[in-house]
């Protein structure tokens, strides 16, 4: 599988209140409130998001076959338990270009949890299946990921909740440091944020045609 240059995501989500057990509150002396959950980032890769399936073994645009496309990704998570549940809903649109008969298009695709942006930590394949009706060029069907995470992988540790809720006043030192810029805290967060990445199982030619088209 080509290898992806993911960037890391913080997944930080402003609330009102105080933060529960295992996330952070950091709204004293920095002015916002932000809770982290352990919850992965939901995306699809950058040319995995589309399959074209070809009617012979060339690739020219006058024997593509069909089409198909992964959308509307809808990401569900479940962070409260020592495994983290995560799992993602999405739709697949295809058209083909011969409507004539009934056909039946089955179609694979991967959901991985990356740790860290480069670490693939698990990975799954599976299958969606397209049925076009006679006369119909276009049809979609829906398809489902998931997978789990282990609460305490994607847990900070102690003393990097410290440097990052440390109260600081107008005046001290580090009162206008991020502590985000911190090579130890930032080297933390990432070990602890997750990805799922969702995508079509493509071989090389089609992934190769998707990079190159």
Do not use: H, W
């Amino acid at each position: 599988m080509r290898k992806y240059r993911f960037a890391v995501t913080l997944a930080f989500a402003l609330v009102a209140g105080c933060a529960s057990d295992g996330e952070l509150d950091v709204s004293s002396g920095v002015g916002v409130t932000a809770t982290r959950t352990g919850c992965p980032v939901v995306a699809v890769p950058e040319g995995t998001g589309d399959i074209t399936l070809f009617s012979n073994a060339g690739q020219n645009l006058d024997a593509v076959d069909v089409v198909a496309s992964i959308t509307k990704l809808r990401p569900n998570c479940n962070s409260s338990g020592e495994r983290i549940y995560s799992a993602a809903d999405f739709e697949v649109l295809a058209r083909r270009s011969d409507p004539r008969g009934a056909r039946s298009v089955t179609l694979p695709y991967f959901s991985t949890i990356v740790q860290g942006g480069n670490a693939v930590v698990a990975k799954r394949v599976g299958k969606v299946t397209i049925n076009f009706a006679d006369g119909q060029d276009r049809a979609s069907a829906t398809g489902k990921a998931a997978s789990y995470i282990d609460a305490t992988s994607a847990r900070l540790p102690e003393d990097i909740v410290a440097k990052i809720t440390k109260k600081r006043r107008p005046g001290d030192a580090d009162a206008a440091l991020d502590p985000m810029a911190d090579p130890e805290v930032k080297a933390a967060v990432q070990r602890a944020s997750f990805e799922m990445l969702v995508g079509f199982q493509l071989t090389e030619e089609q992934l190769r045609y998707n990079v190159t088209r």
